[in-house]
């Protein structure tokens, strides 16, 4: 069985600040993880993926996630946050191949002016 | 990329009613698909895993005789919810993993169907 766990259910931070959204997970296998986003009234969107090689993850807008066998994390990070980054996002995990995703309860950034 | 489409996005019936939300993989064939459903500010919840061919495999806790799924063919999915209740109002949202290539792990997303049940 596999769960995740998003610590914060909101994060606000101002444009142009660092953020972290955080993720954690448990498995008794081999996990591979995600981050998707989701904009209001709009299905998931993937933001970047592990699956194997480099802890350390990069999508195509900034954000980057590293994942950390030891603390069992897969931390999503951004140096500098745009308006357009608000959004919920969510962190998901699956052990096998094309297998279903179990999902974390969310985290809705507001980004301010 | 691999696009899911989901029909239709938004729809309201009556207590009572049956509402059948597709599922279509446009650019990929799909064995298998995948159904949740997500309540307000909450996270998605696998309902079921859709198998072309064969019956679908059913999360505890969901009613398979309330919601009933067909994978007809190797590029569409459907979802009826019988008898559909107020309680049963959310958001269902289904996805097909793309088996070919080099990401067999990726699954796509359709947009999402809202059912308002009155």
């Known amino acids: 069985a596999q769960s995740v766990t998003q610590l914060d259910s909101q994060v606000p931070v101002f444009e142009e600040a660092p953020v972290e959204l955080r993720c954690n997970y448990s498995?008794?296998?081999?996990?591979?993880l995600f981050w998707y986003v989701q904009y209001p009234n709009q299905g998931l969107q993937l933001l970047l993926k592990?699956?194997?090689?480099?802890?350390l993850v990069e999508s195509i807008n900034g954000f980057e996630a590293e994942f950390n066998k030891s603390q069992t994390s897969f931390h999503l990070r951004k140096p500098s946050v745009h308006i357009s980054d608000t959004a919920e996002y969510f962190c998901?995990?699956?052990?096998?191949?094309?297998?279903?995703?179990?999902f974390g309860q969310g985290t809705i950034l507001t980004v301010h002016p | 990329g691999a696009v899911v489409s989901q029909h239709p996005s938004r729809v309201i019936c009556k207590s009572g009613t049956s509402v059948k939300i597709e599922c279509r993989s446009l650019?990929?064939?799909?064995?298998?698909m995948f159904w949740y459903r997500q309540f307000p500010k909450q996270s998605l919840m696998l309902m079921a895993t859709?198998?072309?061919?064969?019956?679908?495999?059913?999360e505890q806790g969901v009613e398979k005789d309330k919601f009933l799924i067909n994978h007809a063919s190797l590029t569409l999915s459907t979802l009826t919810v019988t008898s559909a209740h107020p309680e049963d109002s959310s958001f269902y949202i289904c996805?097909?993993?793309?088996?070919?290539?080099?990401?067999?792990?990726?699954?796509?997303f359709g947009p999402g169907t809202r059912l308002t049940v009155t």
């Open positions: 996805s097909a993993p793309n088996g070919r290539g080099r990401e067999p792990y990726e699954q796509y």
């Open positions: 592990y699956l194997s090689g480099s802890t």
């Open positions: 650019d990929f064939q799909a064995t298998t």
């Open positions: 498995s008794s296998v081999s996990v591979y």
């Open positions: 859709s198998n072309e061919g064969s019956k679908a495999t059913y």
């Open positions: 998901a995990v699956t052990g096998g191949l094309g297998g279903k995703l179990t």
